[in-house]
């Protein structure tokens, strides 16, 4: 049994480093519904739509990685117990795999927040134009801002004006 005790240490690594991921995209996704509810916006079904999409694309990727891990392991463990070599076991590539996933999410958590700023800027863009066309006209610039206002977006039959 001792010298199976090696394995059983390396699974349970296994089983941590593929919890991981998912606190990172718990992260996410709750950085979202934060972002969301500063804006006032409407909490739908899709964001939660995207993260189970998400968790299956990244565990289909890294459950790959575990396979290719398991044959590194086997081979390092057989190698180690029946001709003396001393290679440390562990899962390499299952943690790099997981070192991505981390990164792709802490990027996502950040990146979120500058696309929307750069929606707002646009629809602020947007209204300014809207001024600009209507500067004569105070009933329709005045419409412009209290739609925006209001509603936070230029309606789009005033974008294409």
Same mark, same amino acid.
């Given at each position: 049994?001792?010298?199976?005790?090696?394995?059983?240490? %390396?699974?349970?690594? *296994?089983?941590?480093?593929?919890?991981?991921?998912?606190?990172?995209? &718990?992260?996410?996704?709750?950085?979202?519904?934060?972002?969301?509810?500063?804006?006032?916006?409407?909490?739908?079904?899709?964001?939660?739509?995207?993260? $189970? /999409?998400?968790?299956?694309?990244?565990?289909?990727?890294? *459950?790959? *990685?575990? $396979? $290719?891990?398991?044959?590194?392991?086997?081979? %390092?463990?057989?190698?180690?117990?029946?001709? /003396?070599?001393?290679?440390?076991?562990?899962?390499?590539?299952?943690?790099?795999?997981?070192?991505?996933?981390?990164?792709?999410?802490?990027?996502?958590?950040?990146?979120?927040?500058?696309?929307?700023?750069?929606?707002?800027?646009?629809?602020?863009?947007?209204?300014?134009?809207?001024?600009?066309?209507?500067?004569?006209?105070?009933?329709?610039?005045?419409?412009?801002? %209290?739609?925006?206002?209001?509603? &936070? %977006?230029?309606? /789009?039959?005033?974008? $294409?004006?």
């Amino acid at each position: 049994m001792g010298k199976f005790n090696e394995l059983f240490v %390396v699974a349970w690594m *296994l089983f941590g480093i593929l919890l991981t991921p998912l606190f990172f995209i &718990g992260f996410d996704f709750w950085a979202g519904i934060r972002k969301a509810k500063q804006r006032k916006e409407k909490i739908t079904s899709d964001g939660w739509k995207r993260t $189970v /999409d998400k968790i299956a694309r990244y565990y289909n990727m890294l *459950l790959a *990685l575990v $396979v $290719v891990d398991c044959m590194q392991i086997s081979g %390092v463990w057989y190698l180690d117990n029946y001709y /003396d070599y001393h290679i440390p076991i562990f899962p390499f590539v299952t943690i790099l795999g997981a070192l991505i996933v981390a990164a792709i999410e802490v990027k996502s958590i950040y990146e979120k927040a500058e696309e929307k700023e750069r929606r707002e800027m646009k629809q602020v863009a947007a209204l300014a134009a809207e001024i600009a066309k209507h500067k004569t006209d105070t009933t329709e610039i005045a419409k412009a801002v %209290v739609n925006y206002m209001n509603n &936070g %977006v230029i309606k /789009d039959e005033e974008k $294409v004006k």
